[in-house]
T-cell receptor, first 110, second 113 residues
């Protein structure tokens, strides 16, 4: 069974305190690893797609990296507006487009 | 460019009733997927529609059904509602059914009493 596991479940940071979120996956024949941001009660907002080990992508204070078995979302000098749930997803088997992890709930305190 | 839109925003139903949720895909996108997201969980795939045909289905019972229209908009229908159907229902569209980069709408919050 394809699985995407995220850690930690929740993370509380002080403003400016950098950290990383982890996503490990067992999806075979990985055809992309996806990161989304989700604010409470809203739909996920697309952040990044990574396709090959060693690939990195950046957007403002966020940088996503990919190895053969896991991906990291690095948050540098976070601000309170970065508080959200960050979801990781990989393509599922057959016609299942995406298999999601449970997410990491990030709180950044001023 | 118009993003994915969903209606209604919120809905309250009682057990045993039927519900229809609606989704308009992002401009230029021909494939629509539906997901169910329970509180504290990641979205779970329900089914996908491409060119008005169901193109893949997750582990959901037949009382979850859908439609896609010629303009690529879509409906999700749920019959015989159960309490566990309470969730955020998300619609996502993509430009090509083989392309996994999906763009989500704001969701419909369904509460079953």
């Amino acid at each position: 069974e394809d699985q995407v596991t995220q850690s930690p479940e929740a993370l509380r940071l002080q403003e400016g305190e950098s950290s990383s979120l982890n996503c490990s996956y067992t999806v075979s024949g990985l055809r992309g690893l996806f990161w989304y941001r989700q604010d409470p009660g809203k739909g996920p907002e697309f952040l990044f797609t990574l396709y090959s080990a060693g690939e990195e992508k950046e957007k403002e204070r966020l940088k996503a990296t990919l190895t053969k078995k896991e991906s990291f979302l690095h948050i540098t000098a976070p601000k309170p507006e970065d508080s959200a749930t960050y979801l990781c997803a990989g393509p599922g088997r057959g016609n299942t487009p995406l298999v999601f992890g449970k997410g990491t709930r990030l709180s950044v305190i001023a | 460019e118009t993003g994915v839109t969903q209606s209604p925003t919120h809905l309250i139903k009682t057990r045993g009733q039927q519900v229809t949720l609606r989704c308009s895909s992002q401009s230029g996108h021909n494939t629509v997927s539906w997901y169910q997201q329970a509180l504290g969980q990641g979205p779970q795939f329900i089914f996908q529609y491409y060119r008005e045909e169901e193109n893949g289905r997750g582990n959901f019972p037949p009382r979850f059904s859908g439609l896609q229209f010629p303009n690529y908009s879509s409906e999700l229908n749920v019959n015989a509602l159960e309490l566990d159907d309470s969730a955020l229902y998300l619609c996502a569209s993509t430009a090509n059914r083989a392309y996994n980069e999906q763009f989500f709408g704001p969701g419909t919050r369904l509460t079953v009493l």
